[in-house]
């Protein structure tokens, strides 16, 4: 898995290795699972969803 955040300032974390210790539930999509595991990660550092294309998510810095 090649999951990905690229930072501000262009600092790239690769982190496949961490999400594949999650377990999957049966029947659930790999894609999205991850994608998802990755933003809820992101949440609780107090990011938030701006966005989505076909390749990836865009987070934002939550300003509250």
């Known amino acids: 898995m090649n999951t990905h955040l690229i930072r501000p300032g262009g600092n ?5 290795h961490e999400l594949r210790k999650l377990p999957k539930p049966s029947g659930a999509d790999e ?5 998802n595991a990755a933003m809820n ?10 966005g989505m294309s076909p390749d990836g998510i865009v987070m ?4 509250s």
């Open 12 to 16: 790239v974390e690769f982190i496949g």
């Open 31 to 35: 894609r999205s699972f991850y994608m």
């Open 41 to 50: 990660g992101l949440s609780k550092e107090g990011w938030e969803f701006a």
């Open 60 to 63: 934002k810095a939550n300003r």
